[in-house]
């Protein structure tokens, strides 16, 4: 409620005017915003994917222990070298250019992270290849509660794979599903590394975490800055709530 610069020891109380600004006078500070979107798209394939490969590795087959390591390993490793490299990966004849010409799609090469209209959806793949593991060991945690007996009545009831994992499954492992996408959600709206690293906000991929960053260091305006950041903190906190009252009324149905 200041429109402090962030280096004067002078503090002049504005109010709500910082409030009015972004809410009314100025709407493209909330534009950064609709990326989220994408950002939270994105978090959904991710989820069903790490449910996907996390039901197929609590089967135990052959193999699995190194397949799990496999997709977990980018989770845990730095977010700076993994922006970095697909910085590089995604320029124009970068890695994933060539590996298209070699498997003859060199048609459908494109500028990834250069075009506008597809820079946002490459972001997400990256987003996605990073934090799937995450995802995978949680749900494959909850997999492992499901008791195995039920799977084996099915069987000689005659169920199929589909009719297993709809009716005992999903069911068992519904509540950790809702957190995930309450975390999803929460973790769309506060992207900041693989966009700020690999495009830093060009093309249209900024991001509302890095518009407020902008608004405090750039232009040394951390008043308005706190302001953006406070208006996130509730709209995180709206989205949860949102989310809990949908999850409980499904539960209590």
């Not at 609709?34 to 996390?54: D, P, R």
């Not at 390591?69 to 845990?76: C, K, R």
């Not at 008791?147 to 009716?167: C, K, L, M, N, V």
Request: glycine share 6%; charged share 15%.
């Amino acid at each position: 409620m200041t429109d402090w610069d962030g280096l004067s020891t002078d503090m002049n109380f504005v109010g709500l005017a910082n409030y009015q600004r972004i809410l009314v006078e100025d709407r493209q500070l909330l534009v950064p915003l609709v990326n989220s979107i994408y950002y939270f798209a994105g978090a959904l394939i991710q989820l069903a994917l790490a449910t996907y490969f996390a039901v197929i590795l609590n089967r135990g087959l052959p193999g699995s222990n190194t397949f799990r390591i496999i997709l977990f390993l980018p989770f845990v490793l730095n977010s700076v070298a993994v922006s970095i490299v697909f910085r590089d990966f995604l320029q124009i004849d970068g890695g994933l250019d060539a590996l298209m010409t070699l498997l003859g799609l060199g048609a459908y090469t494109r500028e990834w992270v250069q075009d506008p209209e597809i820079a946002k959806w490459s972001l997400v793949f990256a987003s996605v290849w990073r934090y799937m593991g995450f995802q995978l060991l949680i749900t494959y945690g909850a997999l492992q509660a499901v008791p195995q007996d039920q799977y084996e009545a099915a069987r000689i009831e005659g169920a199929s794979d589909w009719q297993q994992f709809r009716y005992i499954t999903l069911p068992t492992i519904a509540p950790v599903l809702g957190l995930q996408i309450i975390l999803a959600t929460v973790g769309s709206l506060e992207v900041f590394d693989v966009p700020f690293l690999i495009t830093n906000g060009a093309n249209g991929t900024k991001t509302f975490v890095m518009a407020t960053l902008e608004e405090a260091f750039n232009y040394r305006r951390v008043g308005l800055a706190s302001a953006m950041a406070v208006l996130l903190l509730c709209f995180v906190f709206l989205v949860i709530i949102l989310q809990r009252m949908i999850f409980e009324r499904e539960d209590r149905a």
